[in-house]
T-cell receptor, first 108, second 112 residues
Framework: AQRVTQPEKLLSVFKGAPVELKCNYSYSGSPELFWYVQYSRQRLQLLLRHISRESIKGFTADLNKGETSFHLKKPFAQEEDSAMYYC??????????FGTGTRLKVLA | DVKVTQSSRYLVKRTGEKVFLECVQD?????MFWYRQDPGLGLRLIYF???????EKGDIPEGYSVSREKKERFSLILESASTNQTSMYLC???????????FGPGTRLTVT
């Protein structure tokens, strides 16, 4: 079955601490994976996709096919990183499978 | 800059009413989507449309229908609203050659 699991509903960290938002997927093919972010009162927007291998707002995510994971990381959290984060698996052209989301709270 | 707009930010309807949620995109995207967003459940796909007059059921189509008469507009219809349809509804669009979806601001629907 195709599935995305984000095990943490809420993650609280202090400003300046490292952040890791977990995402595990279940998919038999070669996955296309994204991270989307939703800041308070803003629309859902793309943060990064695995194929680009770039860092956006200090965040990176590495695809680990052996562990079927696509964890989102940032070495030093900022208060403006507080948001809802969704991991998404795209098994086909039209189909998105979203995880249940993790709310990140960065404490001052 | 891609713009996806939704007709209402907040909507309150009564049980049994017919409800229309409208979504318009201005980037000539072929594909459009309707999701509902619920705490702890993430985003779930209700319906999508890969082109004008084309539609496909998503994961939770029961109680909903859609209409795509023009390329830029995708409507979600609740034929007879029920309290369990109280939710945040998100519309999205994308180019058929791309994976990236662009989302609207959402409509928070409350059915009383």
């Amino acid at each position: 079955a195709q599935r995305v699991t984000q095990p943490e509903k809420l993650l609280s960290v202090f400003k300046g601490a490292p952040v890791e938002l977990k995402c595990n997927y279940s998919y038999s093919g070669s996955p296309e994976l994204f991270w989307y972010v939703q800041y308070s009162r803003q629309r859902l927007q793309l943060l990064l996709r695995h194929i680009s291998r770039e860092s956006i707002k200090g965040f990176t995510a590495d695809l680990n096919k052996g562990e079927t994971s696509f964890h989102l990381k940032k070495p030093f959290a900022q208060e403006e990183d507080s948001a809802m984060y969704y991991c998404a698996l795209i098994p086909g052209t039209y189909k998105y499978i979203f995880g249940t989301g993790t709310r990140l709270k960065v404490l001052a | 800059d891609v713009k996806v707009t939704q007709s209402s930010r907040y909507l309150v309807k009564r049980t049994g009413e017919k409800v229309f949620l409208e979504c318009v995109q201005d980037m000539d995207h072929e594909n459009m989507f309707w999701y509902r967003q619920d705490p702890g459940l993430g985003l779930r796909l209700i319906y999508f449309s890969y082109d004008v007059k084309m539609k496909e059921k998503g994961d939770i189509p029961e109680g909903y229908s859609v209409s795509r008469e023009k390329k830029e507009r995708f409507s979600l219809i609740l034929e007879s609203a029920s309290t369990n349809q109280t939710s945040m509804y998100l519309c999205a669009s994308k180019d058929r050659r791309s994976y990236e979806q662009y989302f609207g601001p959402g409509t928070r629907l409350t059915v009383t």
